[in-house]
């Protein structure tokens, strides 16, 4: 027999009104319990029921084509090798003086002097701080190509991401009155990233770059907790 | 139906097919893409123009729920929902979204597109319209037991990207009956799949 208490926090889970502290916490006991789990799950069915109160509706026949061209998109324009490296070559040189300390002003200067001279004199690097004490140890990295609007977004030691959440970068663009997304960050072997990206619509400056914490799928809009800023 | 186990959108055949294709869609299978966009694109459809209000909003919201189910269909766990209820959840959850955006921003000003004005036309031609079709006169039925305020406030609830707070403002009731309403429909609606499944 499921209490109320636990009922009144199944509803709010469902309805996404749990802290994300709070959700977490749920989600841990619904793994242990399964008269709970099925509860929820009934709740949820029946939430999602009120979709029926609509009638479906016929999109329009090119949509699929397009929604196709979208997620075939990154294997289109994926990088041929060459062009690639010498992104890899900053993402490295950047990794590197984060692992050695050397993320200060001064040296990162240096290093921007450095880059400058070279074909990689485009490129713009940026180490991301953390925001919350729980991301401390992240090492988050930042390559970024304004004149080709594209990127790369390096994490490692990232602690766990409670379940029905994504990790999605952003772009802060002073010309622009909300940050723009450069899309839902895909982790790899649960606690590193190696993410290519391309901002939602072209940036005229990237002033910063920011990663929150958002609802599976992600955000238009920032609306969850900012976890690591880097400018 | 009687007899026939179901979720509370359709029967357990059409939900094991479901399952399938999202095994497939989480292996890059793009036929399997293409026959589960037939099956949910039609009623997500329907419920992304009722929370837009607009056309060209609403294909928006379901490119960016499908671009999410391509990438996310591994993921899909069947002890936590239905497909049914996973798809329409994204859905919901970017329109939300959008709509978030769209008073941030103060985009009041409407695109002017082709779609201006458009009401897209019903589609009773997808394979899940029958079930879907029988599901919904039940859930209307269902939500005729339950007391119209609670009604209302699971309506906007689902549809709007109101929180319950801008609900109690809204419909002029404190912020405790409000979620008591939610919270009552809610277990009203569990209780009322519960006895036809």
């Not at chain 1, 324009?77 to 003086?97: D, G, I, R």
């Not at chain 1, 984060?98 to 002097?113: M, P, Q, R, S």
């Not at chain 2, 031609?125 to 037991?145: G, N, Y």
């Amino acid at each position: 027999m499921i209490d109320e208490t636990k009922q009144e926090m199944a509803i709010d889970y469902v309805l996404g009104e749990l802290s994300p502290m709070a959700a977490e916490s749920f989600e841990r006991e619904l793994a242990g319990n399964e008269e709970l789990r099925s509860f929820t799950k009934e709740l949820r069915e029946g939430f999602a029921s009120m979709a029926l109160t609509t009638e479906s509706l016929r999109p329009r026949s090119e949509l699929f084509q397009r929604i196709l061209t979208e997620v075939n998109s990154p294997k289109k324009s994926k990088l041929v090798w060459a062009s690639f490296v010498p992104w890899a070559l900053a993402a490295c040189l950047a990794a590197a003086l984060l692992i050695l300390g050397f993320d200060d002003l001064h040296k990162k200067n240096e290093v921007a002097a450095l880059l400058q001279r070279d074909a990689l004199a485009q490129l713009q690097i940026s180490a991301l701080r953390a925001q919350v004490q729980a991301y401390s140890n992240v090492s988050a990295v930042v390559v970024w190509n304004q004149q080709h609007q594209k990127g790369l977004l390096r994490l490692e030691a990232l602690p766990g991401l409670q379940s029905g959440h994504d990790y999605q970068l952003w772009i802060i663009d002073p010309a622009e009155k909300t940050p723009v997304s450069a899309g839902i960050v895909p982790i790899e072997s649960g606690n590193s990233a190696r993410f290519e990206f391309r901002p939602e619509h072209p940036v005229t400056s990237a002033a910063k770059f920011a990663v929150s914490i958002e609802k599976s799928g992600g955000s238009t809009v920032p609306q969850g907790q900012i976890i690591l800023v880097g400018q | 139906m009687i007899g026939r186990k179901m979720t509370p959108a359709m029967d357990e055949a059409a939900e094991r097919y479901n399952i399938e294709l999202l095994q497939r869609i989480g292996k890059g299978d793009e036929a399997a893409f293409a026959a589960f966009y037939d099956r949910l694109a039609p009623i997500l459809y329907g419920v992304a123009f009722r929370m837009m209000n607009d056309a060209a909003e609403a294909e928006d919201v379901l490119q960016e729920g499908f671009s999410y189910i391509w990438r996310q269909a591994s993921t899909y766990d069947q002890n936590q929902s239905s497909t049914f209820a996973w798809a329409i959840m994204i859905v919901r959850n970017k329109a939300i979204d959008r709509l978030r955006m769209r008073q941030r921003v103060e985009r009041l000003q409407q695109r002017m597109t082709s779609f201006e004005g458009v009401t897209p036309e019903r589609d009773d031609e997808s394979a899940l319209e029958p079930f879907l079709r029988e599901r919904r006169a039940q859930v209307r039925a269902a939500l005729i037991e339950v007391p119209p305020e609670q009604r209302q406030a699971l309506e906007l609830s689902f549809f709007s990207d109101l929180t319950h707070e801008q609900i109690a403002a809204q419909l002029g009731a404190p912020l405790g009956t409000i979620k008591a309403r939610i919270r009552r429909g809610l277990l009203r609606l569990r209780q009322i799949f519960q006895q036809s499944t």
